[in-house]
């Protein structure tokens, strides 16, 4: 059986703070969040940040409306929000929106023995989703948290968590998740269904 | 081919001038081109062409990201025209390429652009005649803007959206939607693009070996499912002929992670740009037999029937459900998805 992983994406306050309504979401989700972060941590699986840096020259980076470029390398506003870091974590930098594309995620998924990814942060239909997607194409069982996923929009997370159990993840709250640990010492890998 | 790089290692204006920074970089293109450039240096290329009638177009290329997984803006500016030709029924023969080039851009991607057109010049049996190479500032082109025009001669009846008939079977001859989802992926990093990847390629083979198996007649009228997809294509031969085409929706060739990503994206796959793809209007009694010829070549191998032109006088694109019924495809007014090619 293969280890489990949890993975964060984007809390970094360049993402959580760039609108009320974001922050205001976070900040409703942030105690069940770290809760549950903190019981996968105490038994034994890894938790990895993927921090989002914008490239300079990347074309597809949003910008702010003054033009400058957010989530730079180095920065406050790039780092992971302290609340939800811990000892022992891991921080693996992205560029783009899934955390598998061009980042080490993978080999050190692989070199770690993980088989199960539990996707969580935000935005839900966006870094969260992504980041699903690839971790199934590469063969990972993966699960999502719908309590530790938000969206600044709630229609859009839940049309992203729809898609997501609908093609490629387990969706379950985060209290059934370790449930499920606790009844079966794993989380089981779902059939899933393909389109003819 | 010759790849040595003497000047700066990076696009420059003064590549641009005219001068002598020009012609090394010229020379260091066709050298890469190789024997696929056949121009004399001319200020215009003279070429042989068997008497008779000629097709002739041209493209522009713009595709963003302009390096992609399974190709980049080289082959796509060659398969682009070439397909163009072919589905006229022409021969393709000879391109003019013409390269805008933003300062900065590093000679060994220009280089690698100069031989996927080399490659893809030699698989479609065409030569690069002429050429020009003209280089802006910084920010004003996106790394190298490419144009095509390509010349084709015809050795048998030109294929003509008015020689469609009702009842003629309407054959895609691969999968839709895989390029645009491809380079989607690629621009944002959302994870299919290593699982879905451009179809670009030139076509002009597999329609010739179509064409020599069936003849000419049974395949009435053929195109590229290119910008605008599927649905662009069926509004065109519906305003041109004037009649209703319907489509079956299961039917539709559409990889399964296509459709992950265009339901993830909200695009619809029959809306979605491919560059490897053709739509094929045949005679209902030669259907079998173009899906034969087609899904017996490299590219042609998900070849379906989708659906049919109807008899019904009205200029309209049908899709049938699983449940028979018809719902109809309204044509875009615009595009959300643009620099597709």
């Known amino acids: 059986m293969g280890k489990i992983a949890v993975l964060t994406n984007d809390l970094q306050g360049d993402v959580v703070y760039l609108t009320p309504e974001r922050t205001a979401v976070i900040a409703d989700a942030q105690p069940h969040y770290t809760a549950f972060l903190d019981e996968m941590r105490r038994r034994g699986h890894t938790v990895y940040h993927l921090q989002l840096i914008n490239l300079p020259d990347d074309p597809n980076a949003n910008r702010k409306a003054d033009g400058t470029l957010p989530l730079q390398r180095g920065t406050e506003g ?31 998924l692989q070199a770690a023995g993980v ?60 209290s059934e998740i370790l449930e499920t640990l606790d009844s079966k010492g794993e989380l089981p890998r779902r059939v899933v269904k393909t389109l003819p | 081919m010759a790849s040595s790089v003497t000047g700066p290692d990076e696009v420059v204006l003064d590549h ?54 399974n190709g980049d803006i080289g082959k796509i500016a060659v398969c ?75 050795e048998r009846a030109p294929l ?91 039917r539709l060739p559409i990889q399964f992670e296509t459709v992950m990503a265009t339901d993830m994206l909200g695009i619809n796959a029959i809306h979605a740009a491919n560059e490897g793809c053709l739509c094929l209007f045949v005679a209902p009694e030669a259907e079998q037999e173009v899906l034969a010829a087609l899904r017996s070549h490299r590219y042609g191998g998900e070849a379906v029937a989708i659906g049919e032109v109807t008899a019904a006088a009205e200029p309209v694109v049908l899709m049938r459900d699983g449940d028979g019924r018809d719902s109809v495809i309204e044509e875009l007014q615009g595009s959300e998805l643009p620099r597709l090619c």
């Open chain 1, 115 to 174: 088989d199960t990814v539990v996707v969580t942060g935000l935005q839900t239909q966006i870094c969260v989703q992504t980041t699903a997607a690839d971790a199934f194409f590469r063969g990972y069982n993966v699960w999502v948290p719908s309590d530790c996923v938000v969206s600044d929009n709630p229609a859009d997370r839940d049309r992203s968590l729809t898609w997501l159990s609908g093609y490629c993840a387990t969706v379950a709250d985060s």
């Open chain 2, 160 to 250: 003509r959206m008015r020689d469609v008939r009702p009842g003629d079977r309407v054959i895609l001859s691969g999968s839709i939607g895989n390029h645009t989802v491809h380079l989607l992926s690629i621009r944002e990093g959302l994870g299919f693009e290593q699982r879905v990847l451009s179809d670009c390629a030139p076509l002009n083979g597999m329609l010739d070996e179509l064409l020599a198996t069936t003849g000419e007649g049974p395949v009435h009228s053929v195109r590229d499912v290119t910008r605008g997809g599927l649905a662009a294509v069926l509004h065109e031969y519906a305003q041109a002929t004037g009649l209703t085409i319907r489509v079956d929706r299961a």
């Open chain 2, 80 to 154: 682009g025209t070439v397909n163009d030709l072919a589905v006229v029924g022409a021969r393709p023969l000879y391109l003019t390429l013409g390269m805008i080039l933003e300062t900065g851009l590093p000679i060994t991607r220009l280089l690698q652009v100069v031989t996927s057109i080399r490659e893809a010049s030699l698989e479609a049996g065409v030569r690069i005649v002429c050429g020009d190479t003209k280089v802006v500032r910084k920010g004003e082109v996106d790394q190298i803007y490419l144009n095509t025009a390509g010349l084709g001669v015809f």
């Open chain 2, 16 to 69: 641009g001038s005219g001068a002598k920074l020009s012609h090394e970089l010229v020379s260091l293109i066709v050298d890469t081109l190789g024997d696929v450039y056949i121009g004399e240096m001319e200020d215009s290329a003279m070429l042989s062409i068997p008497a008779g009638r000629i097709a002739m177009t041209t493209d522009s290329f713009v595709v963003d990201p302009p390096f992609f997984g």
């Open chain 1, 78 to 108: 790039a780092e992971i929000l302290p609340a939800f870091l811990a000892d022992g974590d891991v921080v693996v930098e992205k560029n783009k929106d899934s955390g598998f594309y061009e980042t080490e995620m993978h080999d050190l």
